[in-house]
C-alpha cells in the first residue's frame, strides 16, 4: 500500500491517549450518485483479528460532505482511546487535517479567508473533536488502485448512495 501524504495529526491543545495495545486501521471512502445527490459513506475498521464494516447516506448531500462523514462514523465507533490510522482517497479530507486548513478555519469563525465561507463546518467541527481523543495518522491512498479495503469502502459507500430510505442532510443546504 503506497502512501503520498502521511502525518500524525493532533489538533492544537490535544492530549489524546496513546495505549499500543489499541492499534486500529480505518479505511473509508464516501460517494455521491450526482454532485449534490444521494450520498452514501463506506467504513471498514481493522483491529487485530477483528472487522467492522458501517455505511450509510443521505438523500441529498455532497462526495465532501460523504468523505468527512465516512471518517466522523469511523472514529465514533472506538469505544476509547486508540491509535488510528486512517486511510481515505479524499486529498480534501487529509489535506485538510494534515495540512491544518479545517484547524485554520475553525480559528478563523469557520472561514477559508476574508470573503469565502469555509464549506461543511457542521462535519469539521465534528471530526476535529474526534482528532482531539486519538493518536490519528491520516494517509491519503489512490482510489480505485487495487486497495482491497479502499474498494471495499467504495462499494459501501455507492451502496449506500442507492438505498430507497435515505434520510435529509441535516448539515445540508
Not at 480505485?144 to 471495499?152: F, M, Q
Not at 467504495?154 to 448512495?161: H, N, R
Request: proline letters at 5%; hydrophobic letters at 35%.
Amino acid at each position: 500500500m503506497k502512501a503520498t501524504s502521511k502525518a500524525k495529526t493532533h489538533p492544537p491543545g490535544a492530549t489524546a491517549a496513546k495505549d499500543p495495545q489499541k492499534q486500529v486501521i480505518i479505511y473509508t471512502d464516501g460517494a455521491c450518485l450526482g454532485n449534490p445527490g444521494p450520498g452514501g459513506y463506506g467504513v471498514v475498521l481493522l483491529y487485530g483479528e477483528h472487522r467492522k464494516e458501517l455505511s450509510g447516506g443521505y438523500r441529498l448531500t455532497t462526495n465532501n460532505r460523504m468523505e468527512i462523514l465516512a471518517a466522523i462514523k469511523g472514529l465514533e465507533a472506538l469505544k476509547s482511546a486508540c491509535s488510528v490510522t486512517l486511510y481515505s482517497d479524499s486529498q480534501y479530507l487529509v489535506n485538510a487535517i494534515n495540512k491544518g486548513w479545517a484547524q485554520r478555519w475553525k480559528a478563523n469563525g469557520w472561514k477559508r479567508n476574508a470573503r469565502e465561507k469555509a464549506l461543511n463546518p457542521d462535519l469539521w467541527e465534528r471530526l476535529l473533536e474526534l482528532c482531539s481523543r486519538h493518536d490519528i495518522t491520516f494517509v491519503w491512498v489512490r482510489g480505485h488502485a487495487n486497495n482491497k479495503e479502499n474498494e471495499r469502502c467504495d462499494v459501501l459507500s455507492k451502496e449506500a448512495a442507492g438505498r430507497a430510505d435515505l434520510k435529509a442532510d441535516p448539515g445540508y443546504p
